[in-house]
């Protein structure tokens, strides 16, 4: 954290709050319920400021509370954001329910991409070219050629698409632990590392969620993930194709950072998901193309 003890006294000060129940971390946040003068509660979330944050603000900003959590303030010297309070006992992953856990994230990521991203978002036009400048380097590193093969038919996907990389307001992490149930609305997105782009772009954290359990336990992986897959575009309404190319992307983003980590394999759900997606992407010539 780059926020030291001190300045987050000294913000609870300037913003009138009092601490109001534990410290919960995330993966790169600490987030402190404090409750505001008037009683209304909220949280401090302390990060690190990065560059997949650095957009946090000015899209929360943009979206102004629709679909997602409110922003109260903001300190820019730290990057500690003052957030309107959600039920952090309530995550969307506790729906057991899958169909409906889908399509709630499918009504939210409807409307957070329905706003166009503002000027100065980090674009996926940059980001599919720093990613298809990289592919050659860290394919070799791959130790199986089946894998090998896949992360090159991702890149050729996002250079066909790279040309059209949309203006959208993306959240990027769109899993099911980054939708807490509200008390103005159901469910709330919440973590959002924006970016300008394709709808496209967004989905894959909500196909990867509940991976084992939704899609692998099925014993029909290919059969369950691009029935979710389905469910998502169709309620988004997105060209499947496109779709489908954009989602190799992430696993193409995945998989660059898995080698640049010192990894010589993918993970096998993002390998599964890969081969599952190419159906949409170059359906077979022949057969019924499910
Ligand atoms: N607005 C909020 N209201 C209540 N709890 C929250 C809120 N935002 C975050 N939390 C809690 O803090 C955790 C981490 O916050 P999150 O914004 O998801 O950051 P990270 O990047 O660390 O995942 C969440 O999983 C949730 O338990
Ligand atoms: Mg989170």
Redesign the pocket.
């Known amino acids: 954290m780059t926020t030291s003890l001190p300045e987050a006294a000294d913000l609870m000060d300037r913003w009138a709050l009092r601490p109001d129940g534990p410290v ?8 402190l ?1 404090v409750t505001r003068a008037d009683g209304t ?3 401090l ?1 302390f ?1 690190q400021p990065s560059e997949d ?1 650095a957009g946090a603000v000015p899209g929360l900003r943009a979206w102004n509370g629709d679909g997602v ?1 409110r922003l109260l303030d903001h300190d820019p010297d730290t990057g500690t954001m003052l ?7 309530r ?1 969307l992953s506790s729906v057991a329910d899958d169909d409906e856990a889908m399509r709630v994230v499918a009504g939210l990521l409807a409307r957070l991409v329905a706003v166009p991203a503002p000027a100065g978002m980090r674009r996926l036009g940059d980001i599919a070219a720093a990613m298809l400048d990289r592919t050659p380097g860290a394919v070799p590193a791959l130790r199986d050629p089946a894998e090998r093969r896949l992360v090159r038919t991702c890149a050729s996907a996002v250079a066909e698409l790279a040309g059209e990389p949309g203006d959208r307001l993306l959240h990027w ?1 769109l899993h099911y ?2 939708v ?1 149930a509200g008390r103005r609305e159901p469910w ?1 997105a ?2 959002p ?1 924006p970016l300008a782009g394709d709808p496209g772009f967004d989905l894959w954290p909500a196909l990867d969620s509940r991976w084992e359990e939704a899609v692998v336990a099925t014993g029909d992986v290919t059969g369950a993930a691009l029935r979710r897959f389905d469910l998502l575009t169709e309620a988004l309404g997105l060209d499947r194709r496109r779709a489908a190319g954009w989602t190799l992307g992430r696993i193409l983003q995945n998989a660059l950072w898995d080698v640049e980590d010192g990894r010589t394999e993918l993970e096998p759900a993002q390998v599964a998901l890969g081969v599952a997606l190419l159906r949409r992407w170059a359906p077979p010539l022949s057969g019924r193309g499910r």
């Open positions: 919960r971390s995330g993966m790169a946040s600490l987030v319920p509660p909220a949280v979330k990060q944050n959590v957030l309107e309070r959600l039920d952090a006992a995550p992490d632990d980054n807490l709330l919440i973590d590392e």
